[in-house]
């Protein structure tokens, strides 16, 4: 079963930044197109990046100009910067496949207010 493990999230101010990372416990990691989630209180999760195998990204158009996504296949770890955070930013992050979801980790609170 697939472990995944978030870090990162914290609190900070409008217009702040964070850099959040996700690490897989699998075998292979690379074959596997790659997503950012998030949660905010009262709302549907939704995906917000995504990086495929070939390092190709998408991103929500509510972050687009604003989060990068990238990863490491060696450390088996996608990454998020965060970049200008605006309080409707604010919601837990999650990782996972873009499909055939993997079960989820505990996520990684991210609070964006002054």
């Known amino acids: 079963q697939v472990q995944l493990v978030e870090s990162g999230g914290g609190l900070v101010q409008p217009g702040g930044s964070l850099r959040l990372s996700c690490a897989a416990s699998i075998a292979i990691f690379s074959i596997y197109p790659m997503g950012w989630y998030r949660q905010a209180p009262g709302k549907q999760r939704e995906l917000v990046a995504r990086i495929g195998s070939d390092g190709d990204t998408n991103y929500a158009d509510s972050v687009k100009g604003r989060f990068t996504i990238s990863r490491d296949n060696v450390k088996k770890t996608v990454y998020l910067q965060m970049n200008s955070l605006k309080p409707e930013d604010t919601a837990v992050y999650y990782c996972?496949?873009?499909?055939?979801?993997?079960?989820w980790g505990q996520g990684t609170q991210v609070t964006v207010s002054s």
């Open positions: 996972n496949r873009d499909v055939s979801l993997w079960s």
